[in-house]
Antibody
Framework: QLQLQESGPGLVKPSETLSLTCTVS??????????WGWIRQPPGKGLEWIGS???????YYNPSLKSRVTISVDTSKNQFSLKLSSVTAADTAVYYC??????????????WGQGTLVTVSS | DIQMTQSPSSLSASVGDRVTITCRAS??????LNWYQQKPGKAPKLLIY???SLQSGVPSRFSGSGSGTDFTLTISSLQPEDFATYYC??????????FGPGTKVDIK
């Protein structure tokens, strides 16, 4: 089964770019059976989908974040990455990477990383 | 974009109670509805997919129903380990998905 693990700085300064990587093990990121996505959760709040990427490189972003988000995939490392620019305190959250299964009857997030807290502060 | 709402936003219940959570979509999403359980400090866990299909390993006291715009998650007999926050999620517009705001179930 898949395992996903987020990595990256836990502290980012305001106006700078947040960068996280998700390493996938137990399967290939080049599989046509999955979208690879990022979801975040501000402290004490709900889940917000940030965006997703297909192995081909096709990307899909939350309209509310689209102008600041870039998601990319590195098939050689079996990783996908998130960059969020011009961050503010409102971007402080636990960031999760997750896989969306396209094989199931209805797409759903079946595997999640453990999450990583990113704090935006000077 | 498809908007999701949930009710109630929180509820207090006792062990053994029957609990029902409602999720509504802003447009018809057929059966493209999933339910997740999240405990503090943990990633969400899939409970129900396709509105009513129980994910492997999830206890049978959890069930889901509905189609179109209105959906429910029911816990037939609440257990201590069920105190958590529950989220619905539409996948009709995959990969552009949206989550509901969540329902927190705590101990009465």
């Amino acid at each position: 089964q898949l395992q996903l693990q987020e990595s990256g700085p836990g502290l980012v300064k305001p106006s700078e770019t947040l960068s996280l990587t998700c390493t996938v093990s137990g399967g290939s990121i080049s599989s046509s059976s999955y979208y690879w996505g990022w979801i975040r959760q501000p402290p004490g709040k709900g889940l917000e989908w940030i965006g997703s990427i297909y192995y081909s490189g096709s990307t899909y972003y939350n309209p509310s974040l689209k102008s600041r988000v870039t998601i990319s995939v590195d098939t050689s490392k079996n990783q996908f990455s998130l960059k969020l620019s011009s961050v503010t305190a409102a971007d402080t959250a636990v960031y999760y990477c997750a896989s969306t299964s396209l094989v199931a009857t209805i797409p759903h997030f079946d595997y999640w990383g453990q999450g990583t807290l990113v704090t935006v502060s000077s | 974009d498809i908007q999701m709402t949930q009710s109630p936003s929180s509820l207090s219940a006792s062990v053994g109670d029957r609990v029902t959570i409602t999720c509504r979509a802003s447009q018809s999403i057929s059966s493209y509805l999933n339910w997740y359980q999240q405990k503090p400090g943990k990633a969400p866990k899939l409970l129900i997919y396709a509105a009513s299909s129980l994910q492997s390993g999830v206890p049978s006291r959890f069930s889901g129903s509905g189609s179109g715009t209105d959906f429910t998650l029911t816990i037939s007999s609440l257990q201590p380990e069920d105190f958590a926050t529950y989220y619905c999620q539409q996948s009709y517009s995959t990969p552009r998905i949206t989550f509901g705001p969540g329902t927190k179930v705590d101990i009465k």
